[in-house]
Antibody, heavy 122, light 113 residues
Framework: QVHLVQSGAEVKKPGASVKVSCKAS????????MHWVRQAPGERLEWMGW????????RYSQKFQDRVTITRDTSASTDYMELSSLRSEDTAIYFC???????????????WGQGTLLTVSS | DIVMTQSPDSLAVSLGERVTISCKSS????????????LAWYQQKPGQPPKLLIY???TRESGVPDRFSGSGSGTDFTLTISSLQAEDVAAYYC?????????FGGGTKVEIK
């Protein structure tokens, strides 16, 4: 059974960084790409970026290009999303979401982590 | 960026009644080379992550009840719940995956009247 388990809630001050983890189990981790999506209060779901399992390429939304880093530790079956220069508008739930397709990208998501609440406040 | 616009923002429907949710994209998400619409629908219940319902605009994900259906092409899409059940109370989101950034609609909240 596929599980994506994310790290716990974080409280950060403006200007700080946060690193969220997403540990996968129940499938061959290296064969699937992973996306990161966030959901701010009252806002729509927002795609942040992906890591392509087939090519190793990482792509970010231009909105977050300068502040986000997605990495993968295949030996630990874990993906990471680090967001820097935090501001209050980054307060949101952050999700990892598995891409539907193996060794490639489809762009839609079949399994999601439980979400990690990030609160940015001074 | 492709902007996804859903309507209505919310609706209340009696149990057993039909629910129709609209999703419009600012540009076509139909890829002419394969004639596929790059459009998915998700259901999100409070405190839970989204759940995939439909992809390629009309293909139901495995395990999704057949009362959920998707239709449309190009820029206009519809999610239909043929007979609303209590467990369908949730927010519903459309998403385009034709181009990056992948983008979502603003969501439609479905409640019981």
């Amino acid at each position: 059974q596929v599980h994506l388990v994310q790290s716990g809630a974080e409280v950060k001050k403006p200007g700080a960084s946060v690193k969220v983890s997403c540990k996968a189990s129940g499938y061959t981790f290296s064969r699937y790409s992973m996306h990161w999506v966030r959901q701010a209060p009252g806002e729509r779901l927002e795609w942040m970026g992906w890591i392509n399992a087939g090519t190793g390429n990482i792509r970010y939304s231009q909105k977050f290009q300068d502040r986000v880093t997605i990495t993968r530790d295949t030996s630990a079956s874990t993906d990471y999303m680090e967001l820097s220069s935090l501001r209050s508008e980054d307060t949101a739930i952050y999700f990892c979401a598995r891409d539907y397709r193996t060794m490639d990208l489809s762009g839609y998501f079949d399994y999601w982590g439980q979400g990690t609440l990030l609160t940015v406040s001074s | 960026d492709i902007v996804m616009t859903q309507s209505p923002d919310s609706l209340a429907v009696s149990l057993g009644e039909r629910v129709t949710i609209s999703c419009k994209s600012s540009q076509s998400v139909l890829y002419t080379s394969n004639t596929k619409n790059y459009l998915a629908w998700y259901q999100q219940k409070p405190g839970q992550p989204p759940k995939l319902l439909i992809y390629w605009a009309s293909t139901r994900e495995s395990g999704v009840p057949d009362r959920f259906s998707g239709s449309g092409s190009g820029t206009d899409f519809t999610l239909t719940i043929s007979s609303l059940q209590a467990e369908d109370v949730a927010a519903y989101y459309c998403q385009q995956y034709l181009s990056t950034p992948l983008t979502f609609g603003g969501g439609t909240k479905v409640e019981i009247k």
